[in-house]
Structures are given as structure tokens and as C-alpha cells.
């Protein structure tokens, strides 16, 4: 789900806008109104979001001075423009802060959809760079901690092309591990497995701001992070962050600090704790297009007979031996997809399959391997360009006067 704020000084259209996507979208939803760039930009300090809808013409504070404040601090933001005006010069100016769209009023509502469409398509690209970024940095830590074969030369090479924010000997940190309570399963399972780790990842970013985090594997109800300083060493209390991750995430958790280190080269070094020595997933050599072969093959028999059920990504790596960064970095070489990409065209194909009998949409839901309706109808969507109750009206022309509206 896609999160707006809309920023406009008329109440009209704050409230039309508002409206038109709560009642029309159901992958969108909007997280406040503001009448000014003021009160969005603070905001925005505290609450990311994906998209802002914004007027040029407001007091206080200007769009096109607000969407240049988002272009510097958020860079991950997209920006849609609303205004009475066409001059060029404001186009002009909107579009040299990235702007997705330029919208004139009156809005036309199917216009501003498709610019939401066409916004959806750009954060998705955005987030398959991220995910890329994110597993490289995985994929790096992991191969330190297990102690692969590599010179200090091919280590530096590799860390220069994580586009990390500091050089290599300038950072500290230490890996740390959330072990969750087995008894708050049914709340933290709402996430699923494979959206636990990266709510998991988040709520540290928020509660260690000065610091820089990154996940690295999970191991039952364990999972492991890399925390990063270019100043000190990492000096938090693991008391406040679990009393922090329980407000936000009202599950308990227990934090252990397993390794620290001065440099990151230290890591190869180290002589790590049994615990993590464990835990880290296990490595085969994949030295012929032979061996990735089969291991693809049998990680995709995995996935199509388990695709019922709340599978991660984890899950798979353990079925053919790999650490989850290694998997996804072969998976994605020979399929030309991530394993998310390629588990969720299995399950929206299965849908489409489901859609065809009575089966109300919840129990499809559930036999498709989701935990929620609403992560079906996001999916099936972006997947069809349709919410499931249209696509039985529409392409399969079946009625059903009991169905719930997505």
C-alpha cells in the first residue's frame, strides 16, 4: 500500500482529492491534509511517505519551495503538482525537482488516477534499486562473517561498490540480533515472514537514527543486523530499543549484541560467538552454470509447492542450502526476476485460476498464501490492472450479490 499527504490551501479540493483516492484506490491511502508546505514539510520529518500531492499557490509556503525541501531530504518521494496555472516557467521549475506530474485545474480525477498509475510504476522501480542495494550489502557481511575466501584487495573492491556514505576504515559497528517471542507468533505473522524482517529493519532505523542498519539473515525466530557508525562505536541501550519496538510494534522482542568491531575488516578476524557461528546460513560452491541450474530448479519446485503457504525468501535459500543474498543474487541471474517478482506472478496466476469458481475472495486469499484480502486486492491489481471483484464482473462476467467490495 501506497501512503499520499495532500497539500492545498482550498479545503474543497483537499477534501475532494482525499475523497476521490479513499474511495476509488484501495492500494493508496492518504495520510493527512495540509493547507501549507509548512505543516506538510514538518510532517514529513517524522512520517515518510510515498507521494505528495501538492498546490504551487499557498501561504507560508510555496509547492514548488516545499517539492525542492522533498527532493533534497526525500529522495524517495514522489511529487505530483496541482495548480491553476500552465505557465512554462513553473513547469519548468517542477519538473527540475523531479516531478512526476504537472496537473492543471479543475482536476480531472481519471487524469490524476493515471498520474497515480504512472507514480506506482516509478516507486516500484525505485524499490526493486533499493531491494538490489540491499542485497549486495547482505550479501557482503554475510560472505565476511563465514569467512569466504577473499584478499583485503577484493574486500575494498567490493565495499567501494556498496555506495556507502563513509569510506571502509572509517566505520565501526557491531551485529546484532532480534530473537522474537514465540508466544506473540499471531501478531508478528500478520507481516508475513518475508515483510517481518524489513518492519523489523525500520523500526531499529527509527529508534537508532544516528546509526546505519542493515538486515542480514534470519534463523528461526532470530534475526541478524549489521549496525554502522563512522564515529564512535555503537553506544545504545538494548533496554530502550526493545521497550522501543514494543511500542511500535507491540510484539516483544529480545536484542543481543554478538560481535563488535573497530573496522570492518576485523569482522574476517573476529572470532564470532557460538550463537552467531551457527546461525549463519550455510554456503555451497556454485561454480558451473550445471550446479545453478539445479539449484534454481529446485528452488522454484520449492516455491510451486509452497506457495499455498507463508513462505520467505529465507525459506527457499534453506531449501537448496543457500544464504538468503546468495540465493536471490543466482535466482534473479538465471530467471531474470526476484523471487518475490516470480512467487507473486505464481499466486496472482493462481488467483486468476481461483476466480473462476465460487470461492469467496478471502478463503482465495488464504489458498494463494496471503494472511490478508487487502494484500491480495494490492497485488492483484498492480499484477491485472483489476481488484479481483472486478476482474470476476469484468473478464469473467460472473455475478455475486454476497461478494464484499475490494
Known amino acids: 500500500m501506497y501512503s499520499i499527504i495532500i497539500v492545498d490551501d482550498e479545503d474543497f479540493i483537499r477534501l475532494g482529492i482525499n475523497d476521490y483516492i479513499q474511495n476509488t484506490h484501495s492500494d493508496f491511502v492518504v495520510k493527512g491534509t495540509f493547507s501549507n508546505g509548512v505543516d506538510a514539510l514538518k510532517y514529513l520529518e517524522d512520517n515518510p511517505v510515498n507521494i505528495v500531492i501538492t498546490d504551487i499557490r499557498m501561504p507560508q509556503m510555496d509547492g514548488l519551495t516545499l517539492i525542492s525541501h522533498i527532493a533534497e531530504k526525500h529522495p524517495a518521494t514522489i511529487s505530483i503538482i496541482i495548480s491553476s496555472y500552465s505557465e512554462f516557467e513553473y513547469a519548468r521549475r517542477a519538473l527540475q525537482y523531479g516531478v512526476t506530474s504537472y496537473l492543471i485545474k479543475p482536476l480531472d480525477f481519471l487524469e490524476l488516477s493515471t498520474n497515480l498509475q504512472k507514480a506506482t510504476e516509478k516507486l516500484n522501480a525505485l524499490s526493486i534499486d533499493a531491494n538490489e542495494h540491499e542485497e549486495n550489502i547482505q550479501l557482503f557481511f554475510i560472505d565476511l562473517l563465514s569467512g569466504y575466501p577473499q584478499t583485503c584487495d577484493e574486500i575494498q573492491n567490493r565495499f567501494s561498490k556498496l555506495m556507502l556514505t563513509h569510506p571502509f576504515y572509517e566505520y565501526k559497528g557491531c551485529i546484532l540480533s532480534i530473537t522474537l517471542d514465540k508466544n506473540d507468533k499471531l501478531r508478528y505473522c500478520n507481516y508475513g515472514w518475508e515483510g517481518l524482517s524489513t518492519t523489523l529493519l525500520n523500526s531499529i532505523r527509527l529508534a537508532l537514527p544516528e546509526y546505519e542498519c542493515h538486515y542480514l539473515f534470519r534463523s528461526n525466530m532470530c534475526c541478524f543486523f549489521v549496525v554502522l557508525s563512522s564515529n564512535e562505536e555503537p553506544n545504545f541501550s538494548l533496554e ?140 492483484f491489481r498492480q499484477y491485472t490492472g483489476y481488484t479481483p471483484t472486478e476482474y470476476r464482473k469484468q473478464i469473467l462476467k460472473m455475478e455475486d450479490s454476497n461478494e464484499e467490495c475490494d
Open 240 to 379: 530502550l530499543l526493545s521497550s522501543i519496538l514494543l511500542q511500535q510494534l507491540l510484539f516483544s522482542c529480545h536484542f543481543k549484541i554478538h560481535a563488535t568491531f573497530k573496522t570492518i575488516d576485523q569482522l574476517v578476524t573476529n572470532r564470532l560467538d557460538t550463537s552467531i557461528s551457527a546461525a549463519i546460513p550455510s554456503t555451497i560452491a556454485v561454480d558451473t552454470l550445471e550446479d545453478s541450474d539445479i539449484l534454481v530448479n529446485r528452488a522454484i519446485s520449492y516455491i510451486q509447492a509452497h506457495y499455498t503457504e507463508d513462505i520467505s525468501r529465507e525459506d527457499v535459500a534453506d531449501a537448496v542450502f543457500l544464504s538468503a543474498a546468495h540465493f536471490s543474487r543466482i535466482f534473479k541471474q538465471k530467471t531474470g526476476t526476484s523471487f518475490i517478482n516470480y512467487l507473486t506472478s505464481l499466486r496472482m496466476q493462481k488467483t486468476a485460476e481461483l476466480l473462476s469458481t465460487n470461492i469467496k475472495i478471502n478463503e482465495i486469499a488464504n489458498k494463494v498464501g496471503y494472511q490478508s484480502r487487502n494484500r491480495l486486492a494490492i497485488n
